[in-house]
Nanobody, 115 residues
Framework: QVQLVESGGGLVQPGGSLRLSCAASGSIFRLFTMGWYRQAPGEQRRLVASITTLGITNYADSVKGRFTMSRDNAKNTVYLQMNNLKPEDTAVYYC?????????WGQGTQVTVSS
């Protein structure tokens, strides 16, 4: 079973930036399309970005042009660069496989956008 550890969240003002990281245990990580998800209070967890094994990315409309997902297979890590953050980006952010049965969810990392 792959373990996922997210980090990099925090409190930031609107318009600010954060870079999230998600480290996966085991090299099997590199065989899968990975996704960043977020869950705001009272809402379902939603996919906001994904990256294939070849590095092809896709984004939800709500974050397109502001978020950039990348991966470093040598480090078993995916990243989410978040720019021009908005209050509506406030959520707990998680990473996991995009398709199929997800691995066990990590603890997530809290992102709060507020002035």
């Amino acid at each position: 079973q792959v373990q996922l550890v997210e980090s990099g969240g925090g409190l930031v003002q609107p318009g600010g930036s954060l870079r999230l990281s998600c480290a996966a245990s085991g090299s099997i990580f590199r065989l899968f399309t990975m996704g960043w998800y977020r869950q705001a209070p009272g809402e379902q967890r939603r996919l906001v970005a994904s990256i294939t094994t070849l590095g092809i990315t896709n984004y939800a409309d709500s974050v397109k042009g502001r978020f950039t997902m990348s991966r470093d297979n040598a480090k078993n890590t995916v990243y989410l660069q978040m720019n021009n953050l908005k209050p509506e980006d406030t959520a707990v952010y998680y990473c996991n496989k995009k398709d199929g049965v997800p691995w066990s969810w990590g603890q997530g990392t809290q992102v709060t956008v507020s002035s």
